[in-house]
């Protein structure tokens, strides 16, 4: 095992400090090929060309189909009805019944004029990075790389940051994810789980971060949260059953049914995703997309188990993207995106320790028989 050293930017030795020279080879090995598999991104299926999240004609179909039904809402129509009614008139598809968004979002839109529900993402925006800017003072003591952080972080929202995106589910549910990550401490985790609640009734996906939630709070022995988590995902299922049931009525046999979700895009789609969802969409292809494994490895660096969470997090929805999304259903990323960039952060500490423990060699001391030398 290498002996530490003072650590570039984070407070303590990062996660491959203390490595063994076989383990450290292999992690290395695992680091340089996500790296490497990074620039399948450039020859594999991608999303449409974007400068900015709405760019593209499907985008604006589905902006214009958000801001119908809330503004219809918003003068007394029934939410399933006026969903079920405008869906079919752009012929989107009403089957099966996740096609059609919670009304949540719908609903709260409604009930607020316009400049408050523009005012309220700019608030998010700034709670999330106030909250993770504080929580980083003690893995990033010094105010420089802290600063990086935040800016960072500031690339992950920015796309974020527009009128057109007000109705758009993803927008809401990914910084709420990314806020609860932040507020979440040990023996404190009311307010993140009320957040991820707030975003799985938003968007249902975000039920895969409530999953490793409860999963680290579960191997982490932290009885009450896993029982906090528990409870938010059952309030999940049970709304999502009202909603099925809702959806119910204003739905019939012979309205158009989805074409499923089994992509199989690989990992290349959730690379390419996450260049045009975040600030890395400004740079060359080939400059951003070693940028997001690279990123994954700086979460991996930073020893401490929020560190860990957030790593996965960004993998399961990694594999989500990967596995299931079609090429018109990339800004699931931003589910991820908010938080994905803050790695980069830890990335010189953790790729620095990494190549000495790989690149170790073992110490052979060698002691001479001094009764031998001393009989002769």
Do not use: C, K, N
Request: aromatic share 8%.
């Amino acid at each position: 095992m290498v002996r530490p050293v003072a650590p570039l930017w984070l407070a303590r030795p990062s996660r491959f400090a203390g490595l063994e020279r076989p383990t450290a080879r292999v992690v290395a090995l695992l680091a340089a090929l996500l790296v490497l598999l990074s620039f399948t991104a450039l020859v594999g299926a991608a999303p449409p060309p974007v400068e900015g999240p709405v760019a593209t004609a499907d985008d604006r179909a589905d902006v214009l189909l958000y801001d119908t039904i809330v503004e219809q809402v918003r003068h007394g129509a029934d939410y399933y009805v006026v969903a079920a009614q405008e869906m079919r008139r752009s012929d989107y598809p009403l089957r099966p019944f996740v096609t059609m968004r919670l009304p949540t979002l719908a609903v709260v839109q409604a009930h607020l004029p316009p400049f408050a529900t523009t005012a309220l993402l700019y608030a998010l925006v700034v709670a999330v990075t106030a909250a993770w800017y504080a929580r980083l003072r003690g893995p990033l003591p010094r105010r420089a790389p802290r600063l990086l952080a935040a800016v960072l972080l500031l690339a992950g929202v920015a796309p974020f940051v527009q009128r057109d995106l007000l109705a758009f589910h993803e927008v809401w549910a990914g910084l709420l994810i990314a806020l609860s990550l932040a507020l979440r401490r040990p023996g404190h985790a009311t307010a993140a789980i009320a957040m991820g609640l707030s975003a799985m009734l938003i968007r249902e996906t975000a039920a895969l971060y409530a999953g490793v939630m409860l999963a680290g709070a579960l191997l982490g022995g932290r009885r009450g949260e896993a029982l906090g988590w528990t409870a938010a995902l059952a309030v999940l299922a049970a709304a999502v059953a009202a909603h099925a049931a809702a959806v119910a009525t204003v739905t019939g046999p012979f309205d158009p049914t989805s074409p499923g979700w089994a992509g199989l895009l690989g990992y290349g789609f959730f690379v390419r995703a996450m260049t045009a969802l975040t600030a890395l969409a400004v740079l060359p292809a080939w400059i951003a997309a070693p940028l997001v494994p690279l990123a994954l490895i700086g979460w991996a660096s930073w020893r401490d188990p929020l560190a860990l969470r957030v790593l996965t997090t960004l993998a399961g929805y990694a594999l989500l993207l990967a596995l299931f999304a079609r090429v018109d259903t990339y800004y699931w990323g931003m589910m991820a995106a908010p938080l994905l960039l803050v790695g980069l952060a830890f990335a010189p500490d953790g790729v620095r320790d990494l190549r000495r423990a790989a690149g170790a060699r073992r110490r052979i001391t060698v002691t001479r028989g001094l009764r031998g030398e001393a009989g002769r």
